[in-house]
């Protein structure tokens, strides 16, 4: 069964830094997405992506973020000047198309010191 | 916007007993409700999904079910065995919308 594959599976950062995760989605999939999980709490929703373009945000998002499908198969997802509080687990989902079930990837721990 | 409720946050039930978790949704636009079950570091993994079209799905030992006018959905496990134990999230969707917005969990552990 494809998956979402996500690079690497843990980030270890200074604070200020930038980071960039990576992911690849399902081959076939259209929409494209990031979540983020801090321990012990909810997913959360951070971002979607269709036809190289941002299609919604969450408040989360601000401009410390940003995504970019560089090529036909990554997505990426960028952020800058990282603080403590970025320290999460990032999940990247894609879906065949709007309304379709979202599959997660095994997630990169970002951990900012 | 959208929030889900979920309870209980944790469970633990007999192995071979049932489960049941329950969410409420706040915006009635919602049309798909995701079940997700997180093991410890893992993905979080589809395991059923309903939509507002219909009222309840079962897939083997799981069921869920959906009162579109309480705006509830539930998930129902049956004949509990060891793996299931798990955080379970509820999650919903609407229509026009491409993010999913989860419960906060649910944490399920099966007493052997």
């Known amino acids: 069964e494809p998956e979402v594959t996500q690079t690497p599976s843990h980030q270890v950062t200074q604070m200020g830094q930038e980071v960039i995760l990576r992911c690849v989605p399902i081959s076939n999939h259209l929409y494209f997405y990031w979540y983020r999980q801090i321990l012990g709490q909810k997913v959360e929703f951070l971002v979607s992506?269709?036809?190289?373009?941002?299609?919604?945000k969450s408040e989360i998002f601000d401009d410390q973020f940003s995504v970019e499908r560089p090529d036909g198969s990554n997505f990426t997802l960028k952020i800058r000047s990282t603080k403590l509080e970025d320290s999460a687990m990032y999940f990247c989902?894609?879906?065949?198309?709007?309304?379709?079930?979202?599959?997660f990837g095994d997630g990169t721990r970002l951990s900012i010191l | 916007g959208e929030n889900v409720e979920q309870h209980p946050s944790t469970l633990s039930v007999q192995e071979g007993d049932s489960a049941v978790i329950k969410c409420t949704y706040s915006d009635s636009a919602s049309n798909y409700f995701p079940w997700y079950k997180q093991e410890l570091g893992k993905r979080p993994q589809l395991i059923i999904d309903?939509?507002?079209?219909?009222g309840e799905k079962k897939d083997q030992r799981i069921a869920v079910t959906l009162n579109k006018t309480a705006k509830h959905f539930s998930l129902h496990i049956t004949e509990t065995q060891p793996e299931d134990s798990a955080v379970y999230f509820c999650a919903a969707r609407d229509s026009s919308a491409s993010k999913i917005i989860f419960g906060s969990g649910t944490r399920l552990s099966i007493r052997p």
């Open positions: 309903i939509r507002s079209n219909v």
């Open positions: 989902a894609s879906s065949e198309d709007l309304g379709q079930p979202q599959h």
């Open positions: 992506f269709y036809n190289n373009e941002i299609s919604e």
